[in-house]
């Protein structure tokens, strides 16, 4: 099946530091999703993206859909630390559109 | 976007036993998902579940060991089946709420430890 290759696998960063993390496939995406885990609950969902080369803000947070549709980038600015989690890229696939996850990006901010 | 809850949160369970997790939507919903995070892992789909038809599982999931129920369109079962420490993991189940949208909503989850 298709698979989503997301760097880096962790982060360790300095409270207000900007924060950058991607997402790459060897296939194309028509959709990309980002999604932040906190411990013990379920993804949420950040951004949602439909169209190549779409740059889509969600308030410190802004996502890109690139242009071949094999990739997408999430870049958080001033991050603080309720950042603190698990970011996961997904595209769905299939006829039902289930989704194939990233393998995640860790980042702990750092006061 | 949907509330969902998830009953039980977590549970610790011996193994050969079964658990049945429950999914509840505070809306209706075409389509539910079963997904499984494995400890410091990604979340990796198990099956689909449509109302009123089997659900469709992924390669590598099969209906006797996670048998799924859909009774109507705002709930679901998904039970883990002679239960193994491999089995530990934490399972997740989500909705289509928008359909063509391409997103999902998730449950928060229940946390299951075999022992």
């Known amino acids: 099946g298709q698979q989503l290759n997301q760097s880096p696998q962790s982060m360790f960063i300095q409270e207000g530091e900007d924060v950058s993390m991607n997402c790459t496939s060897s296939?194309?995406?028509?959709?990309w999703l980002w999604y932040k885990q906190d411990p013990g609950e379920g993804p949420v969902l950040l951004i949602a993206?439909?169209?190549?080369?779409e740059l889509t803000s969600n308030g410190r947070l802004t996502a890109q859909f690139g242009i071949t549709r094999k990739d997408s980038f999430l870049n958080i600015s001033a991050s603080i630390p309720s950042d603190v989690g698990i970011y996961f890229c997904?595209?769905?696939?299939?006829?039902?559109?289930?989704?194939?996850f990233g393998s995640g990006t860790q980042l702990t901010v750092l006061p | 976007s949907a509330v969902i809850s998830q009953k039980p949160s977590r549970d610790i369970c011996q193994r050969g036993t079964s658990l049945t997790i429950q999914c509840q939507v505070d809306?209706?919903?075409?389509?539910m998902f079963w997904y499984r995070q494995q400890p410091g892992q990604s979340l990796t789909l198990i099956a689909t579940?449509?109302?009123?038809?089997?659900?469709?599982?992924e390669s590598g999931f099969v209906i006797d060991k996670f048998p799924i129920s859909r009774p109507n369109l705002t709930f679901s079962t998904l039970t883990v089946s002679n239960m193994s420490p491999e089995d530990s993991s934490i399972y997740l189940c989500?909705?289509?709420?928008?359909?063509?949208?391409?997103?999902?909503?998730f449950g928060p989850g229940t946390r299951l430890t075999v022992l």
């Open positions: 989500s909705v289509d709420h928008q359909p063509g949208a391409d997103t999902q909503y």
């Open positions: 296939s194309i995406f028509n959709t």
């Open positions: 993206l439909y169209k190549a080369g």
């Open positions: 997904a595209g769905p696939t299939g006829s039902a559109r289930q989704l194939t």
């Open positions: 809306s209706q919903v075409t389509m």
């Open positions: 579940a449509n109302q009123g038809s089997e659900a469709t599982y």
